[in-house]
């Protein structure tokens, strides 16, 4: 297997029409959240980033939470995905108040269940359960734009 076919391999990712993962997760709350209810209606947001508090997923998540008025104007819910524990997602969130739940994905089954190997910065758009959408190798800063630009693309939303 070739170096190019390695790294593609490690970011195949949920492919497009895929189900969403129908998984009990954990938030940075504490509270478990059935991941496949969650997203089984409606549109749905899960962005993953390898570490709370480094500078790039930082930027993602701000990004996004910069943002998140305009995505639950157009009915959109957000989640973001780390290797995290309860505590460093908690933590990440409280500091930069970020107004939607992280899940805590110390064990990686969800990451496991989005077909990863490794933690990757990543963007998934879920409509009515179903993948819609996905950015295997995410923004750091843009992640909002690139997310409103696939919403305007799949014409899911209002746009003002």
């Known amino acids: 297997m070739s170096l190019l076919s390695a790294l593609s391999a490690s970011a195949q990712g949920l492919e497009l029409g895929a189900s969403a993962p129908a998984l009990t997760v954990t938030d940075d709350a504490g509270q478990s959240i059935d991941f496949g209810a969650e997203l089984a ?19 993602q998540a701000c990004s996004l939470g910069a943002g998140f008025l305009e995505l639950r104007q157009r009915g959109v819910k957000v989640f973001g995905v780390s290797g995290d524990g309860v505590e460093s997602q908690h933590k990440f969130r409280e500091k930069y108040s970020l107004p939607f739940p992280l899940i805590a ?3 990686l089954r969800l990451n ?3 077909g990863k ?6 963007a998934y758009i879920f409509k009515d359960g179903k993948l819609v959408w996905r950015d295997l190798s995410a923004s750091t800063g843009g992640q909002l734009e690139d997310v409103v630009q696939a919403l305007d693309a799949l014409k899911i939303g209002k746009k003002d």
């Open 41 to 59: 209606k409606g549109t749905t947001v899960v962005f993953f980033y390898p570490m709370a508090n480094t500078p790039g997923c930082t930027k």
């Open 105 to 107: 994905d110390k064990d």
């Open 112 to 114: 496991k269940a989005f």
């Open 117 to 122: 190997k490794r933690f990757a910065r990543q």
